[in-house]
C-alpha cells in the first residue's frame, strides 16, 4: 500500500487493523498483519491458497476472533489488544461494512427483494424506505425486474449481483468481498467485475 496520503492528516482510516494475529491451534496464520484502508481506496489483498486472506477479512469482520492486534472503524476500537467491544457494539460496527462471498450465501427460500430487504427491516427502516432503496440497488446492479425472483431461478453471476446489493442494503462505508468470482464461470465473471468496478 501507497504513503501518499499520509500528508493529509486529516484523513482518517475508515479501517485501521494493527499487528494483527490469529492461529488456528499451532498455525500461525496471521502474524502482525497491519493495514489502513482510507475512503475511496480500494485495497486488494493478494496471496497463494492458504495464506490466511480469508482469516484476515473473516477476523476484520468478526467472523473468526482474533489472538491479538487491534481493529478500528472510524478510530472506534472494535478490537483492542485482542480484547473485543460487547455485543452491542459489536452489532454496531457490523452496520459499517458489507461482505460479499465466494458462494453468493443468498437465502434459498427467500425472493431477491427479501434477502436484500432482510437487514434493513430488522434494524427498524420503514418497509417502504427498505424496498425503495431496494429497487435502486437492484437497478444499479442491472437486476432490475427481478426482484420477486428466488435464487434457483438466476445465474450464478445474477446471484452475486443480489449479493452485492444486499451488502449494500445497509449503506455501508465499507464492503469487503472474498473472491467473488471465484465460484463463476469465465463469462459471468465480467458482469460481476464491472458492477465491483463501478461501485468503486
Ligand atoms: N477454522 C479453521 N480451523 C483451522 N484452520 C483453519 C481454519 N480456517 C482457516 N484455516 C487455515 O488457515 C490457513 C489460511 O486459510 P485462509 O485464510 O482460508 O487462506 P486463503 O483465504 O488465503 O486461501 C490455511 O492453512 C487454513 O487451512
Ligand atoms: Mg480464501
Do not use: W
Amino acid at each position: 500500500m501507497t504513503d501518499t496520503k499520509k500528508n493529509e492528516s486529516a484523513s482518517q482510516a475508515i479501517l485501521e487493523i494493527r499487528g494483527l494475529q490469529k492461529s488456528f491451534g499451532e498455525l500461525n496464520v496471521l502474524k502482525d498483519i497491519s493495514l489502513d484502508v482510507e475512503a475511496g481506496n480500494v485495497v486488494s489483498i493478494i496471496g497463494p491458497s492458504g495464506s490466511g486472506k480469508s482469516t484476515l477479512l473473516r477476523c476484520a469482520t468478526f467472523l473468526e476472533t482474533a489472538n491479538g492486534g487491534d481493529i478500528l472503524y472510524d478510530g472506534q476500537h472494535a478490537v483492542k489488544q485482542g480484547v473485543y467491544a460487547n455485543k452491542t457494539e459489536l452489532a454496531k460496527f457490523r452496520t459499517r461494512f458489507g461482505l460479499v462471498f465466494q458462494n453468493f450465501n443468498l437465502f434459498p427460500h427467500y425472493s431477491v427483494m427479501k434477502n436484500i430487504s432482510e437487514a434493513p427491516l430488522l434494524h427498524g427502516q420503514s418497509k417502504e424506505e427498505t424496498q425503495e432503496y431496494a429497487m435502486s440497488l437492484l437497478k444499479k446492479m442491472g437486476l432490475e425486474g427481478k426482484e420477486n425472483a428466488y435464487p434457483c431461478q438466476l445465474s450464478g453471476g445474477q446471484q452475486q449481483r443480489v449479493a452485492i446489493a444486499r451488502a449494500l442494503a445497509l449503506k455501508p462505508e465499507i464492503l469487503f468481498f472474498d473472491e467473488p468470482t471465484s465460484a463463476l464461470d469465465p463469462e459471468l465473471t465480467g458482469e460481476v467485475l464491472k458492477v465491483i468496478r463501478q461501485l468503486a
